[in-house]
Nanobody
Framework: QVQLIESGGGLVQAGGSLRLSCVAS????????MGWFRQAPGKEREGVSC???????IDYADSVKGRFTISSNNANMVYLQMDSLKPEDTAVYFC??????????????????WGQGTQVTVTS
C-alpha cells in the first residue's frame, strides 16, 4: 500500500508564500512522475505542476508559471514552493504519483496514488 501525505497548507495573505510537502511511503514505492493538483470549490480539478524522475522534465500550469517551483529529493519527497500567492490560488492541493511520465492533464487518471489534500487559503 502506497500512501501520500501532504503538509504545509494554511492561510496566507496575497503576495505571501507557502511551501507544500508530500511524503510517499509504502512497499516498493517507485513512481516516475509526481505532481500537484488543486481543486477549488465549485471548480474542476486543475493540474498545477509535475516532474518526471526519469528525464527530469518539469511542467507548470500557465497560471502558476514564475510563481511556483516544484522540487524533489528524487526519492520519496516532493515539494511545491508557492510565492506571490493570489486569492485565486485558494484550493485544496493534492499530491499524486504515477508510474508514467508526469502530466497535468485532468482528471489525472494516470496517477495511481493520491494524497488526502491540504487546504491553501489566500486572502486579499
Amino acid at each position: 500500500q502506497v500512501q501520500l501525505i501532504e503538509s504545509g497548507g494554511g492561510l496566507v495573505q496575497a503576495g505571501g508564500s507557502l511551501r507544500l510537502s508530500c511524503v510517499a511511503s509504502g512497499r516498493s514505492f517507485s513512481s516516475n512522475g509526481m505532481g500537484w493538483f488543486r481543486q477549488a470549490p465549485g471548480k474542476e480539478r486543475e493540474g498545477v505542476s509535475c516532474f518526471s524522475k526519469g528525464d527530469g522534465a518539469i511542467d507548470y500550469a500557465d497560471s502558476v508559471k514564475g510563481r511556483f517551483t516544484i522540487s524533489s529529493n528524487n526519492a520519496n519527497m516532493v515539494y511545491l514552493q508557492m510565492d506571490s500567492l493570489k486569492p485565486e490560488d485558494t484550493a485544496v492541493y493534492f499530491c499524486a504519483a504515477t508510474y508514467y511520465f508526469c502530466s497535468l492533464t485532468v482528471p489525472g487518471d494516470e496517477y495511481a496514488y493520491w494524497g488526502q489534500g491540504t487546504q491553501v487559503t489566500v486572502t486579499s
